[in-house]
């Protein structure tokens, strides 16, 4: 049984990784070495027998689904879009933004019409709920020009503070999720590394809740 | 894309299986069909589609959706079985309805779901299960948990979990609160995604006083040994229904002299389908796979839905999850040695022979199938895979071994 001591955690590359790795060293983990400007995509703490996974943050559900990796932090805007069946264990509260509906300033209320955005399934589970015609168009970036160029009605995107769309014009009119980093786990691993995911739950929550008091 | 050029492809979520593969399945398949006979178990098979309404009352009305229907000849409504529990339940009290209780009963075979818009799901999956039916003691809770971890033993697999909860628990600790409704249903939705999030930020919405939150959101979180029980105890308020607890440590005990509860976790945020199982639940997990190797519990109102009310109790096994985990781990069995027969113009009569007494005698052999010199029948032979190559002609038999292990005399 003493492969099961470690916990491999798929870690989310770019923009949420130094705050990971903050609330990592809170709940004392040093993981410093994960700042080192390397190439490498693994590596391994002995001492607290935890192995990290250096992936893009739409990987994870899937590194975390097929048991590679045993939990992984990533966005709820990804698992919403991923729909895995991942446990989702401690909202990280990191990287706090929102995935809303916007519009031109002035358009008036979106009845029905053309939606681009990078999410697809989201998109459609909202505006399905909402009785609104509608046809989505999957963009991979610069979802903001969409409306400028009368490609499409309304866009979903992430913002975080806004600025983004006040620059090109744009205003937020619905919220279709509010969005932070998650710690998931495999449902197997769940289960048989029970006493190693309750502890990491358990000092992870501190971290986080310490920070919450903090501010 | 037209027809023409779906020739050669299948659809998504079912699966070819390839030689390698498919037989190891069966092999498997058969292997945990004689544990479930050893232990008194007496298989049924029911058709792959039958009236719908048959599973109106079925687990798979928590995946309502999911059921393939179509219209017969006659417009009636069929379904595709989702699973063999209601099939099973149909036959207990039609044919059987006349048997001594409990009565015993296994299957395999597969089940088809619609797994529209999620990636990697099967559509079509094997199950093998075992349904004892008429019996409602703890002791039945307990054979069907022993008789899963005795399947997943005789598959050489040891690194697994059974995790076992009831879902009185979770409506005893709802009811105990007041949490009703649409609230309760929620709640149990998120315990069974093992949601704590969404479960959290619902305990908050709903402004439950602070002693109701503290022990709801801790019950997921209750896993372990026996202690678990206590623990939960503590949890519940006087006065409660404790029956979920009494039930549980009495399963655990009739475990212990199985001899397998160290293979259980309590895991008292389990429910499943809440409105379909109405007691002990349980799911097996390996390191890895995050999908249960196999899953039951006790429903003891779905025979009700065809006419007799009778507790009842099962379990099914999955068995292409359980295939994959083989494959992983390597234990796949290997394919059996295959030897080939050649034989020039003259001996085809005595090749034939041999080669079926050896077949006769258990071992595997390719007959050619037509005569060859014996250096031709030598690179014939490997490119089936053969390991050994038995040449007749007129001076009898010669062996060439064309693994480079060394065979005993197979000739004569």
Not at chain 1, 160 to 175: A, P
Not at chain 2, 161 to 181: P, R
Not at chain 2, 370 to 394: N, V
Request: charged share 25%; with cysteine; hydrophobic share 40%.
């Amino acid at each position: 049984m003493s492969a099961n001591d470690w916990l491999t955690i798929a870690l989310a590359k770019g923009r949420i990784l130094p705050p990971t790795l903050e609330l990592l060293e809170r709940a004392g983990i040093g993981c410093g070495r994960l700042r080192e400007k390397t190439r490498k995509l693994v590596f391994s703490l002995d001492e607290v027998k935890l192995r990290f996974i250096m992936a893009k943050p739409a990987d994870i559900p899937t590194y975390v689904e097929y048991g590679t990796a045993d939990l992984g932090i990533v966005g709820k805007d990804i698992l919403l879009e991923e729909e895995r069946e991942l446990y989702e264990l401690l909202d990280l509260k990191l990287g706090y933004c929102r995935l809303v509906v916007a519009q031109k300033i002035g358009s008036g209320p979106f009845a029905g019409g053309y939606v681009a955005t990078k999410y697809p399934r989201s998109t459609e589970r909202h505006f399905q709920q909402r009785g609104k015609q509608f046809e989505v168009i999957k963009l991979h970036g610069s979802i903001e020009l969409a409306p400028l160029l009368n490609l499409a009605d309304v866009i979903v995107d992430l913002v975080s503070t806004g600025r983004t769309l006040k620059d090109n014009n744009l205003e937020e009119v619905e919220t279709v999720a509010h969005v932070t980093s998650r710690l998931v786990a495999n449902p197997g691993s769940y289960q048989v590394k029970g006493a190693r995911v309750a502890w990491l739950v358990g000092v992870l929550e501190k971290a986080v809740d310490s920070e919450v008091t903090l501010c | 894309m037209n027809e023409k050029a779906r020739r050669l492809l299948i659809p998504d979520g079912v699966r070819d299986l390839l030689p390698g593969f498919a037989g190891p399945k069966r092999e498997m398949e058969n292997r945990i069909q004689e544990v479930f006979g050893r232990w008194g178990y007496r298989e049924v098979a029911t058709p792959a589609f039958e009236y719908s309404a048959v599973f109106d009352g079925d687990a798979n009305g928590e995946q309502e959706g999911k059921v393939y229907r179509f219209l017969d000849e006659r417009g009636r409504t069929m379904a595709l079985r989702p699973d063999f529990t209601s099939p099973l339940a149909r036959v207990a009290v039609t044919h059987l309805s006349n048997e001594p209780k409990p009565l015993r009963l296994c299957y395999g075979g597969n089940v088809y779901r619609h797994a529209s818009g999620q990636q990697g799901r099967q559509r079509e999956m094997a199950q093998a299960g075992v349904e004892l039916i008429g019996s409602g003691c703890a002791g039945s809770d307990a054979e069907i948990i022993a008789l899963a971890v005795d399947v997943l033993r005789a598959l050489k697999l040891d690194d697994f979990t059974l995790c076992l909860g009831h879902v009185g628990f979770l409506q005893a600790v709802l009811d105990a609160h007041g949490v009703t409704g649409i609230a309760g249903e929620r709640i149990n939705h998120f315990f069974n995604r093992k949601d704590f999030v969404s479960l959290k930020e619902l305990s908050s919405e709903l402004q439950l006083p602070a002693f109701s939150r503290e022990s709801i959101l801790r019950l997921p979180t209750l896993r372990g040994g026996r202690e678990v029980l206590a623990e939960a105890d503590v949890l519940l308020p006087p006065g409660t229904d404790r029956g979920s607890l009494a039930t549980l440590d009495e399963i655990w005990q009739v475990l212990e002299d199985y001899g397998v509860s160290r293979f259980i976790t309590f895991d008292l945020g389990l429910v499943r389908a809440l409105d379909y199982y109405t007691g002990m639940v349980f799911e097996g997990y390996t390191g890895g796979l995050g999908f249960p190797l196999c899953g039951g519990g006790r429903y003891d109102r779905l025979l009700g839905h065809f006419g007799q009310n009778s507790p009842a109790v099962g379990f099914a096994i999955n068995t292409d999850h359980l295939l994959l985990v083989q494959q992983r781990l390597k234990k796949l069995p290997p394919s059996p040695a295959l030897l080939f027969a050649a034989y020039n113009e003259k001996a085809r009569a005595e090749a034939i022979a041999r080669a079926q007494e050896l077949r006769d005698s258990g071992l595997a052999v390719i007959i050619d199938t037509k005569a060859r010199a014996s250096g031709e029948a030598r690179d014939e032979a490997g490119q089936r895979g053969a390991s050994l190559l038995l040449y007749f002609d007129e001076s009898g038999c010669s062996q060439t071994d064309l693994a480079g292990e060394a065979s005993s005399d197979v000739c004569q």
